[in-house]
C-alpha cells in the first residue's frame, strides 16, 4: 500500500512507526514531516492542499491520512476524496464537531448525548450581560479553532467577565459558548470510524497544564498514558457506544458522514460520563501512547475505516501499558523558544522507551528546538508503572537548554 501521511507531530511520528510495522506497506512519504520522522521515512515539503495535489498527481497513491485539525477543517479531506484516494480523515463537513463548538454542541442536543450545559453567544454584551444576571461563574468557550487556547474556566464571575474580554479578541472568538462547569476525572477517548461502525481504541488520559499537580496554563497536551485502569477495552467500546455512536448516526444521515479518528474529550462526572469537547483527528499525545497498545495492522485499521469496511474485529489489543512525557521548549505555552540545541544520547534509551520528534528542526548537522512542545519520550511496559518508569528513563537520553517537562505524568493512575 502507498501511503501519503500529513501532518508534522509527535503523532505523526507515532502513526509513522506504527505504518512502518505493517507488512501491507509498499512506500510511506510524510509531508511534511519532522526530522525524526526524516530519519524513519521518505519526507516531502507539501504544505498547501494546492502543493498536496500536484504531488498526488504523480504519486499514484492507495490512502492519504490526514494528522491534524487545520487541513480537515480547511476541507483537504474533500479535495483529496473527489481525486477518487481514499481517506482516513474527517471531511470539512463532519470536522465542525471540533472546528465550530457550537455546531458540537447542537448535535449532541439532537441525539441526547450527555454534555454540559450552555448558552451561544454572538454578542460579548449579551454574554456579559448572561454572566452578570446569572450572578456565577461559567467556562468560557471560543466556537472555532484556537489551537488550545480557547477555553478558560473561570473561578469567579469576575474572572468569566475577563474572559469572555479576552477570547472574544480571538479570530476563533466570533462567539462565545458559556459552559456549565462539570467536576470529575478526565478520559480522552479515541475512536476509529468509517462512517458508520464505531471501533474505540484503549482509553487515555492527557495531562493538559504546563506545571505538576494541573497548575499554570493550558498547553496542547504534557503527557499521556493509556489504558486507564476503570476503562477497561469493553468500557471503552460502550462509552464510545453511548457518546460517538448518535454522532456517528446523525452525521450519515445528514449525508456527512464522519470517516477518520473521531476524539470525546470526557469528564466521568457524578451523574455519568459527559463530553467536554469532540476532536474530528486522534489526540497528541494520546495517539503516542495508544498506537503502542495496538494488536494488529494499524495501517489497514486505516484503510479499513476510509473504505468503509470497518468491522469491530479490525484490531486486537495488547495487554500493558504506555506512558509519554512531553519535553517542552523554554517559554511554552506563552512564548515558546526556538533555536535551543537538542542533543539524544542514543545509548541511554532503554528496550521499550523511543524518542518521537515534535517541534525540532534540523540546523546544519544540529538538531534545534522549533516548537513549544519538542519530543516525546514514550514507553511501554507490563503495567502503569513500569511504562512510566520507561517513559522517564527515555527523557534523560534527552537535554537541551530550557527543557521543561511534568514529574507527575500518570499519578492519577497509580493509587
Ligand atoms: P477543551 O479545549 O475543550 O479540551 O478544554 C480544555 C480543558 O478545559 C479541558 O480539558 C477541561 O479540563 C477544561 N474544561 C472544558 N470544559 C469544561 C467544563 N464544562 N467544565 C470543567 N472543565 C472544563
Ligand atoms: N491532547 C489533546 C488534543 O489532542 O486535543
Same mark, same amino acid.
Given at each position: 500500500m502507498r501511503v501519503l501521511l500529513i501532518g508534522s507531530g509527535g503523532r505523526e511520528h507515532a502513526l509513522t512507526k506504527a505504518f512502518l510495522?505493517?507488512?501491507?506497506? #509498499?512506500t510511506l512519504t510524510v509531508a511534511p514531516g519532522n526530522p525524526g520522522i526524516a530519519h524513519d521515512a521518505p519526507t516531502a515539503p507539501l504544505t498547501s492542499l494546492a502543493e498536496v495535489q500536484a504531488w498526488l498527481a504523480t504519486h499514484p497513491t492507495d490512502l492519504v491520512v490526514i494528522g491534524p485539525e487545520a487541513p480537515l477543517a480547511a476541507g483537504w479531506s474533500d479535495a483529496i476524496r473527489a481525486l477518487g484516494i481514499p481517506v482516513f480523515g474527517a471531511s470539512q463537513s463532519a470536522a465542525r464537531l471540533e472546528s465550530s463548538k457550537g455546531f458540537a454542541k447542537q448535535v449532541m442536543q439532537r441525539v441526547a448525548v450527555p454534555t454540559a450545559a450552555f448558552r451561544v453567544f454572538h454578542d460579548t454584551a449579551e454574554a456579559s450581560a448572561f454572566v452578570r444576571q446569572s450572578g456565577q461563574a461559567w467556562v468560557v468557550k471560543a466556537d472555532?479553532?484556537?489551537?488550545?487556547?480557547?477555553?478558560i474556566v473561570a473561578e469567579s464571575m469576575s474572572e468569566t467577565l475577563d474572559a469572555i474580554a479576552q477570547l472574544a479578541a480571538?479570530?476563533?472568538?466570533e462567539r462565545i459558548l458559556l459552559e456549565e462547569r462539570l467536576y470529575g476525572p478526565e478520559v480522552s477517548l479515541i475512536a476509529l470510524s468509517d462512517g458508520q461502525t464505531v471501533l474505540a481504541l484503549p482509553s487515555a488520559r492527557d495531562?493538559?497544564?504546563?506545571?505538576?499537580?494541573?497548575?499554570?496554563p493550558n498547553t496542547g497536551g504534557m503527557g499521556a498514558i493509556a489504558?486507564?485502569?476503570?476503562?477497561t477495552q469493553p468500557v471503552a467500546q460502550q462509552l464510545a457506544e453511548i457518546v460517538m455512536q448518535p454522532v456517528i448516526a446523525m452525521l450519515a444521515a445528514h449525508q456527512t458522514p464522519f470517516v477518520g479518528a473521531l476524539y470525546a474529550g470526557l469528564m466521568l462526572t457524578e451523574h455519568g460520563p459527559k463530553v467536554i469537547e469532540f476532536n474530528a483527528r486522534f489526540g497528541d499525545p494520546e495517539t503516542q501512547v495508544i498506537l503502542p497498545l495496538c494488536d494488529g495492522d494499524v495501517l489497514l485499521a486505516l484503510y479499513a475505516a476510509a473504505t468503509q469496511a470497518? #468491522?469491530?474485529?479490525t484490531l486486537g489489543w495488547r495487554t500493558g501499558a504506555a506512558a509519554c512525557v512531553v519535553l517542552s521548549s523554554a517559554g511554552y505555552p506563552d512564548a515558546p523558544r526556538s533555536g535551543d540545541v537538542i542533543t539524544i544520547d542514543p545509548t541511554k534509551i532503554p528496550a521499550n522507551g523511543t524518542i518521537l520528534h515534535a517541534g525540532t528542526r534540523r540546523d546544519g548537522n544540529q538538531l534545534v528546538t522549533a516548537g513549544g512542545r519538542v519530543l516525546n519520550a514514550v514507553g511501554y511496559g507490563a503495567d502503569v508503572v513500569s511504562a512510566l518508569r520507561t517513559a522517564y528513563a527515555t527523557v534523560d537520553a534527552v537535554q537541551f537548554a530550557g527543557m521543561h517537562y511534568r514529574l507527575d505524568i500518570g499519578q492519577t493512575e497509580l493509587v
Open positions: 510495522a505493517s507488512p501491507r506497506l #509498499t472555532g479553532l484556537a489551537a488550545g487556547k480557547g477555553v480571538l479570530p476563533a472568538g495531562h493538559k497544564r504546563i506545571f505538576d499537580g494541573d497548575e499554570g489504558p486507564l485502569n476503570s476503562i470497518l #468491522t469491530p474485529a
